[in-house]
């Protein structure tokens, strides 16, 4: 054996040199966000002062309200029930709408991804389907379903629909046709395909959509109040610019807005635990 030839280091060592490495990518990681909160928050307070500076002194109030007029419109439709009231409704139509559109979708694309021919033979009538714009659909909703929650709720289905269905047929579609030829070989199932090839493969490009269209099911269902209502969100704001409240528009955009990040990061536990994807990269990367 030459003399620069070196022995393999024990397991032992490579173990603690491993686990060193992930530790100091987990504060790294941890280091990140804290400067991602910090920098969202500092961002968000210049805003808010050079918005208060700038209203009455460089634009008119009426068209810019403030962040203090904006607060104390919706600390008055708190105290007196108002955002509550409407906001039950606007929450219930997006989230049954959310549910409806993405459930339905998923179940429409698993077989139309799984079967490319039959998807072939329909997909001109689902890109027809999807280039009417939804907001049209909003009045032909409220012709067939009346005045009350089930327009909505269809109205939001519809925005989530199509953009979960794309994305997981798109998902079922790029599975390599190899790793599909191997498990024919190795004599897996159909079930068991699609169960632990197909669907994995998939799970990215669902989760995916389901973030993305929570502010489409949020749209769908103050739309449809918009049109037609006499109570939820998109009503309460549509009232305030009737009286030409700006600070109440603002006040109601800001509460849709507020809504939809809450509901974001209530989905980001399923995203992590449906993440197949190693969690650490040792070779310096991000998770």
Do not use: C
Request: charged content about 10%; aromatic content about 10%; glycine content about 8%.
């Amino acid at each position: 054996m030459s003399a620069s030839t070196r022995a393999p280091a024990p397991l032992g060592v490579r173990t603690e040199v491993l686990r060193e490495e992930r530790h100091r990518h987990q504060g790294a990681r941890k280091a990140h966000h804290r400067f991602l909160i910090t920098a969202r928050i500092g961002i968000l307070a210049v805003a808010l002062v050079l918005w208060e500076s700038a209203s009455g002194t460089l634009v008119r109030p009426f068209f810019v309200s403030s962040p203090t007029a904006v607060v104390a419109a919706l600390w008055a439709w708190a105290q007196s029930g108002e955002l509550w009231y409407h906001g039950r409704f606007t929450l219930t139509a997006t989230a049954l709408g959310y549910v409806l559109g993405s459930v339905a979708a998923i179940a429409l694309a698993w077989p139309l991804g799984a079967m490319r021919t039959l998807y072939r033979v329909t997909e001109p009538y689902f890109l027809v389907a999807y280039s009417v714009p939804a907001v049209a659909m909003g009045p032909v909703f409220i012709l067939w379903f009346g005045l009350g929650l089930a327009p909505k709720v269809v109205l939001a289905a519809y925005f989530v629909f199509f953009i979960v269905f794309i994305n997981t047929v798109t998902g079922f579609q790029q599975v390599p046709q190899g790793l599909l030829d191997v498990t024919r070989v190795m004599g897996a199932s159909r079930w068991a395909t699609l169960r632990t090839v197909i669907f994995p493969s998939a799970v990215p490009y669902v989760l995916a959509a389901l973030r993305i269209t929570l502010p489409a099911a949020m749209i769908g269902a103050v739309v449809g109040e918009f049109i037609a209502s006499n109570r939820g969100l998109g009503y309460l704001t549509r009232a305030a610019a009737s009286r030409y409240s700006t600070a109440g528009v603002i006040g109601g955009v800001l509460v849709l807005g507020a809504i939809v990040l809450a509901m974001s990061l209530l989905l980001r536990p399923l995203r992590n635990a449906l993440r197949w994807q190693p969690d650490i990269s040792i070779r310096g990367g991000d998770a």
